[in-house]
């Protein structure tokens, strides 16, 4: 193995491939601007008075990963791969809608970025779920930003959640 090539198991190689390229490293961790997210974010409300909620999961994924502007390495499984920019503020304008998800899915969800390309609003749950809403519906994403992440990356079709 080459000696400054860490060896992980945590993504697949285009996960890792990707998030190497836009300046990712195991350990990265900017809690500063992910309170910057956060207090945008709760202080936001909508003209009919939404408002976001903010929670563990959502700002430790900001930490992590917030700011990165991701591009799948290779083509994609079963479409073309997503390319992504992890900023919560494209959901800003969102409270209603990711509010009204929440309540559906019987939890709290925030905004975690968008699909460039699509413009699609990236979002996860207080659980740490994310999912993905675009102009066609609200597609699951996977039960882990990391599984998300292969999901978008790799061209894989996500899972559409129906009413009910």
């Known amino acids: 193995m ?3 090539r860490s060896s992980t198991t945590r993504f697949s190689v285009i996960v890792d491939a990707a998030l190497r390229a836009a300046g990712w490293q195991p350990g990265r961790w900017d809690i500063k601007q992910a309170e910057v997210w956060a207090d945008a974010l709760r202080g936001h409300a909508s003209p009919a008075g939404h408002r976001h909620t903010v929670f563990p999961a959502a700002v430790e994924a900001w930490a992590e990963f917030g700011g990165l502007r991701l591009a799948a390495q290779a083509p994609g499984r ?5 390319t992504l ?15 009204d998800l929440g309540r559906a899915l019987g939890t709290e969800v925030c905004p975690l970025g968008e699909e460039s390309d699509s413009r ?7 659980e740490g779920r994310v ?8 597609w699951y994403l996977g039960p882990t930003l990391d599984q998300a ?3 978008l990356l ?3 079709d996500p899972v559409r959640l129906t009413a009910g």
């Open 2 to 4: 080459h000696p400054d």
């Open 78 to 82: 079963q479409i073309a791969p997503a």
């Open 131 to 138: 999912y993905t809403l675009d102009h066609t519906g609200d």
């Open 149 to 151: 992440l292969t999901t």
């Open 85 to 99: 920019h992890l900023d919560p503020l494209h959901g800003l304008h969102m409270a209603r809608t990711l509010g």
């Open 120 to 126: 699609a609003l990236l979002a996860i749950d207080a």
């Open 154 to 156: 790799s061209g894989i």
